[in-house]
């Protein structure tokens, strides 16, 4: 069974790999500097992205990364 973080691990990156595959996963590769075997191999339904290659994809997407302090 899933715990909550692998939840949202698994539906973020199933998310993440919608929009690449929507935008094309070979321009999102260039604009990343990543090869698409590894866009494919990070955003696959086993894989574990690293901060670095997220936040890349998501700025090729447009996508903006914020944190929030819980009060």
């Known amino acids: 069974m899933l715990t909550r973080r692998g939840w949202l691990v698994r ?8 929009y690449c595959a929507r935008e094309g996963d070979a321009q999102i590769a260039s604009q990343t500097g990543l090869s698409r075997e590894q ?4 955003f696959s339904k086993t894989g574990n992205p690293t901060l ?4 890349s994809v998501m700025k090729a997407l447009g996508i903006e990364l914020t944190a929030k302090v819980h009060a």
């Open 52 to 55: 670095k290659t997220t936040i």
């Open 39 to 42: 866009l494919y191999r990070s």
């Open 11 to 18: 539906v973020y990156c199933a998310c993440t790999w919608h």
